[in-house]
């Protein structure tokens, strides 16, 4: 497997967390158990790389988060440059 598969595929994984935890801000999770012990789990890994694109997009009416769409490109367009150049 190349390098350029690798990064591809981790890019993938990670757009892949990204979404699920888009999904899991939907719904309300309980404070304690299996579901918080996620929730918390793709925060931790998520929120790192959307933090700048909240701060660029605000929600819209307040309830609306498209940045997560931003970063998804912007990490699809990223990772297209690196791999074109290796």
Known sequence: M?????????ANI????ILIYCILSWFPIP??????DIDS????ICE???KPFRKLIP?????????????LVVLQLVVG??????
């Open 59 to 71: 929600s819209i009416g307040g309830a609306v988060d498209i940045s997560p769409i931003l970063a």
């Open 41 to 44: 789990f793709f925060e931790m």
């Open 31 to 36: 404070q304690n158990g299996v579901m918080a």
């Open 48 to 50: 790192p790389f959307l």
């Open 81 to 86: 440059l690196v791999v074109r150049f290796l």
């Open 2 to 10: 190349s390098l350029a598969n690798i990064i591809i595929t981790l």
């Open 14 to 17: 990670y757009s892949f967390a």
